[in-house]
């Protein structure tokens, strides 16, 4: 009713905290929406992170589901949002003019609830079918690859000379590992020891030629392999063989980059981790 001056009279001050506070709360709950939608958005690499320092490998190249659903969290936080400002500007205007609204039903918080109730049933579903990687898609385990004898369709026969490759040395076995030791130095790579089997061999009283072994590793190249394929740890770190068969040709040898990744089931982007150490042994060879 106007007051004595004609005007529509405002509507009370507590009208105007209570819609303030409705809003707030919308603010806190679109908030909420897109803080958790980014968080599921984020569980598919989190499940990928445990796969493979679980399992080795992971065979997902995306982040899955988890995806979508964050998206479609964040939309709706992002649409709870701008409705409830667009409706509490609504009300603040009635109120400025004095128009009384009629009771407004809650279809924003009645559709905001039964998405979510919508979106958490298609994730207990999809957190309930999953199944990891290695339980459905694996085409063999590491042991049934390294049994002796083992064999099956999908096998590839073992290389003729068991996954070594053997360069020939221009220089005594001293001087190779000489050569191969400043490599490390040089390249920042850590050696960890020089295995001196003749001259073990010697203290025991036996006879053998020339025979060294070099273990070397760099734990940023290492660490990495490790995380996806753990099974690589047998054959890290590194190893280079420096050998004169007796007769005085002198050889060095490794296991052969291109094995180690079939062996292990390496993806192809870390080969190069390892594939050092054929660069090495040619130039300690040269």
Do not use: C
């Not at 709360?25 to 445990?50: D, H, K, Y």
């Not at 079918?129 to 049934?144: A, K």
């Not at 999908?154 to 068991?162: E, G, Q, T, W």
């Not at 394929?229 to 050889?251: F, M, R, Y």
């Amino acid at each position: 009713m106007p007051n004595a001056t004609g005007a529509a009279p405002r509507g009370a001050l507590s009208d105007y905290l209570a819609a303030e506070r409705t809003q707030l709360a919308w603010i806190r709950t679109g908030l909420a929406l897109m803080g958790f939608g980014f968080v599921v958005a984020r569980f598919g690499l989190f499940i990928r992170e445990l796969q493979v320092v679980e399992h080795g490998p992971a065979v997902w190249g995306s982040n899955g589901l988890s995806l979508w659903f964050g998206v479609a969290l964040i939309a709706a936080g992002v649409i709870a949002t701008l409705v409830s400002g667009w409706q509490h500007a609504r009300l603040v205007g009635d109120l400025d003019r004095g128009v009384t609204s009629p009771a407004r039903s809650s279809r924003l918080a009645a559709g905001v609830a039964v998405f979510l109730a919508l979106v958490g049933i298609a994730m207990a579903i999809y957190l309930v079918s999953f199944r990891s990687p290695t339980n459905t898609d694996s085409p063999r385990s590491p042991e049934t690859s390294m049994a002796p004898g083992a064999s099956s369709p999908a096998a590839s026969p073992a290389p003729a000379n068991h996954g070594i490759s053997t360069v020939p040395s221009h220089h005594s076995v001293d001087e190779t590992v000489a050569r191969l030791t400043g490599l490390l130095q040089e390249k920042g790579v850590k050696l960890f020891a020089v295995v001196d089997h003749s001259g073990e061999a010697a203290k025991a009283g036996l006879a053998m030629p020339p025979t060294k072994l070099l273990i070397f590793g760099n734990p940023k190249a290492g660490t990495p392999l490790m995380l996806a394929a753990p099974s690589i740890a047998i054959d890290l770190p590194l190893k280079v063989l420096v050998a004169d068969d007796g007769a005085g040709h002198v050889s060095v040898s490794y296991n052969s980059p291109a094995y180690l990744q079939q062996r292990h089931n390496l993806p192809a982007d870390l080969l190069q981790n390892i594939a050092v150490v054929q660069v090495l042994a040619a130039k300690a060879a040269e």
